[in-house]
């Protein structure tokens, strides 16, 4: 029906390519925690300890500030207060260990196109608050990527604890199925007499 009335166009709409589609990127930094080395994870866990939203480095990320918008008067029309922290993908990773890759490039903030984590901060009046909130957000969005992708230790006494659970587990368990089976084989006896 569309080809009978509109011939012209329903050629453009068969003519027209596909949208290209972008094939699957695996970066070396893509693989899984369950490829890294205790050595790796530990060496991970020893950096998130000393990783402070202070100790990120500012150079290589690009704080802009612009007009907020929302609540507050006039004055979030007069003043450039809200503040955009864009750091390139690449330039943060080498900051950081490899096991933790692959959570960072699943972050909300990273941007696809511009393959940057883009965080915006508006809370405040302030423009240098909502520049620290930008990068306290960097460092929570890095630390969250850290526990997702870091196991957590087990000390000696839970794991003490975890077996001994499983002991006690599998000692009700075979206790259990020796008064089933005890009370089975009485029924047997009794039926042909």
């Keep these: 029906m569309l080809r009978a009335r509109f011939p012209a166009a ?54 802009s500030f612009s ?22 993908l690449n330039a943060l990773l080498d900051h950081v260990p490899s096991v933790l890759h692959h959570e960072i490039r699943a972050s909300r903030y990273v941007a696809e196109r511009s393959s940057a984590i883009v965080i915006q901060a508006d809370d405040s009046r302030k423009q240098n608050d909502n520049a620290h909130s930008c990068y306290k957000r960097l460092y929570e969005a890095i630390v969250e990527a850290g526990h997702a992708a ?26 259990t199925k020796k008064q089933h089976s005890a009370k089975k084989s009485s029924r047997r006896g009794r039926g042909d007499d």
């Design 10 to 63: 329903r050629r453009s709409l068969t003519a027209r390519p596909l949208l290209p589609v972008a094939p699957l990127v695996r970066f070396a930094s893509d693989r899984s925690t369950s490829d890294a080395s205790p050595e790796e994870l530990q060496a991970a866990r020893r950096w998130l300890a000393q990783l402070h939203a202070e100790t990120i480095p500012k150079s290589i990320g690009e704080l």
């Design 67 to 88: 007009r907020s918008s929302g609540p507050g008067g006039q004055n979030v029309n007069k003043v450039n207060s809200k503040a955009t922290l864009k750091m390139p």
């Design 150 to 175: 870091i196991p957590g230790e087990t000390s000696a006494e839970q794991a003490k604890r975890v077996k001994d659970l499983q002991k006690s587990d599998n000692e009700r368990r075979i206790k």
